[in-house]
């Protein structure tokens, strides 16, 4: 995806209408929602206690977020917090992928580290589906940067 946007050159800074973001701004955003997933969950490690064991409603809502994700036609706005941490413009390709790369070394400190104890807990809150264990973390992860990679290529089509 980064060499994606990489390729389009001036044209990823370029939004293809009037509140949409540029292909730098989703990958900004990315990484904004990846930093603050990294944050939340180191937060939530410190507490020792308190951790809600995940049941029959975490599952449903993981599979419907997922699903919701996947469909091509369904948009959704940032939540507040991270519209309000993204800057009005993105900084260049190399210095998202170097803050991404870091990002995601960082995840991968945590998740090797993390407490087999809390694998089946309800440890993130998502803003629109609630608490999600580790593993619906990941999955909504990856969900999350496939939904953005559809918005990606018709921001290509729209800005080429």
């Known amino acids: 995806m ?8 001036d044209k990823a800074y370029q939004s ?22 990294g944050q939340y969950l180191e937060k939530k490690l410190l507490q020792e206690e308190g951790h809600q064991k995940a049941g029959i409603g975490t599952f449903l809502k993981s599979k419907l977020l997922r699903l919701a994700l996947r469909l091509p036609f369904t948009r959704f706005k940032a939540p507040t917090y991270l519209a309000n941490l993204m800057p009005a413009t993105a900084p260049p390709i190399s210095e998202l992928r170097a803050e991404w790369e870091a990002v995601r070394r960082r995840l991968e400190r945590l998740l090797n580290e993390f407490p087999g104890k809390l694998v089946n807990h309800a440890i993130f809150k998502h803003p629109r589906s609630g608490m999600l264990t580790i593993n619906q973390t990941l999955d909504f992860m990856l969900d999350h940067i496939l939904h953005h990679q559809q918005q990606i290529e018709r921001i290509k089509k729209a800005v080429s």
């Open 16 to 37: 293809p209408g009037a509140n949409t973001w540029s292909a730098a701004q989703v990958v900004q955003h990315l990484v904004i929602s990846e930093t603050a997933i």
């Open 2 to 9: 980064l060499n994606s946007v990489a390729e389009l050159g």
